[in-house]
């Protein structure tokens, strides 16, 4: 899973319009070529989108990027936010930054108490990927499609929430809650999960860890 831009808003080259002889959907789709002949024909790669891909539309929610050719087998698009169904495992998938937005406006808390499971636990207490209103300037919200797409219809059994802040594993009331970091930061990070079978929840029978490159 791939919740980092493909073509990044930010990169000093595509902030002066300058990719080279390719057009930006070209640069996408390159990359795109790029991860699937680097991993295993078995292995499925979900990209998300995100709100600096230089090639998707920038509101949330996020359709899923589009492209004029075709995509590799093992490759989907999904848009953002998500709920992907793997097995009997369901994953909660959003490249938007709702941790950090949280935690620029909460004013009060608990003494004491985990700040990060705290942050997780409003997306999972409002079945909501982005609990917060006014959103941040940072998020262009399309309010219609944000009622339609951006609730949940049941509490999934991972959550994935990219963030600038640390990243970290926790177990949030009952769910798994993954902050894998960002990948191409510095010393770069990214989570390795493993789901086995056998007697218990899902969460229970789900091993994460957070690797730095």
Do not use: W
Not at 71 to 96: E, F, H, K, R, Y
């Amino acid at each position: 899973v791939s919740t980092q831009s493909t073509g990044d808003t930010k990169h000093p080259l595509i902030e002066k319009g300058d990719t080279g002889d390719m057009t930006l959907e070209q640069l996408f789709q390159s990359q795109i070529t790029h991860i699937s002949k680097n991993v295993p024909d078995y292995t499925r790669v979900i990209l998300v989108p995100s709100q600096r891909d230089a090639v998707c539309d920038t509101v949330y929610p996020q359709p899923a990027p589009t492209t004029t050719t075709t995509l590799p087998p093992n490759v989907t698009l999904v848009p953002d936010p998500c709920l992907v169904q793997i097995g009997n495992v369901s994953l909660a998938l959003t490249s938007t930054d709702i941790l950090f937005h949280l935690s620029s406006e909460e004013m009060s808390h608990p003494p004491g108490s985990d700040r990060m499971g705290r942050l997780a636990g409003h997306l999972l207490d409002q079945n909501n990927f982005y609990p917060l209103f006014p959103g941040s300037d940072d998020c262009n919200i399309d309010y219609p499609h944000f009622i339609k797409h951006c609730f949940f219809d049941h509490q999934p059994d991972v959550l994935v929430l990219p963030s600038d802040l640390r990243f970290f594993v926790k177990n949030v009331k009952d769910t798994v809650v993954v902050n894998p970091g960002k990948l191409a930061k510095g010393a770069g990070t990214f989570f390795r999960m493993r789901v086995k079978g056998g007697v218990g929840s899902v969460t229970e029978n789900t091993y994460v860890n957070v690797v730095k490159i």
